[in-house]
């Protein structure tokens, strides 16, 4: 059917250049493929991953990373550091804002959550005996979030200088 696949192929030349860009359009999923130089980039842009942000320089965030990673299901959450550059690309191709090193966030199903609400939505990830966290959601947000400012003010003074070292299989979850 032409509205599940599509071609379109768009030739520009520039200085004995050729640069090619051909959209792909498959069971409704977009993929953009991008020739130059030899290398060849494919991006998805429908990026269907659930993917924790965190600062990357921050030891009650890796901890707080280690604690998801030891209580979640293996291969349902991807992790990327603020300071990478694949969550700068991310951040300016979806089109939020740049990214605030003291905010935790979360992208799910193509919406960005950040601070609490981020949080909160992590815990339905996480094991069933951590289920009893989700009683947050009965603090309204603007409260929250103020908890939430307070403890990210302190994060260093909280757990300076804590970094675990993933293993093989933590790694493969790690998109920096």
């Known amino acids: 059917m032409i509205s599940k696949i599509g071609h379109f192929i768009y030739y520009l030349t520039d200085c004995q ?3 090619s860009i051909i959209f792909l359009c498959f069971e409704q999923t977009i993929l ?14 429908k990026f269907n991953k659930l993917v924790v942000f965190y600062d990357g320089d921050c030891g009650f965030c890796n901890k707080s990373i280690q604690f998801i990673l ?15 550059k694949f969550t700068l690309d991310f951040f300016a191709e979806h089109s939020f804002s740049a990214p605030n090193l003291s905010t935790f966030y979360f992208y799910q199903e193509g919406q960005l959550y950040s601070k609490s609400t981020a949080a909160l939505k ?4 996480l094991k069933w005996y951590l289920q009893f966290l989700l009683v947050g959601y009965l603090i309204p947000k603007f409260l929250r979030d103020k908890m939430y400012d307070a403890i990210a003010k302190r994060r260093n003074k909280l757990a300076p200088d804590f970094c675990a070292m993933p293993s093989q299989d933590e790694r493969k979850r790690f998109l920096n």
Do not use: A, G
């Not at 992590?122 to 990830?125: E, L, N, P, Q, T």
């Open 70 to 84: 030891n209580n979640s299901n293996p291969n349902e959450l991807y992790f990327s550091s603020l300071q990478s």
């Open 122 to 125: 992590i815990v339905r990830m």
């Open 32 to 45: 953009l493929l991008y020739k130059t130089n030899f290398d060849t980039y494919l991006c998805s842009m």
């Open 17 to 19: 250049m050729l640069k």
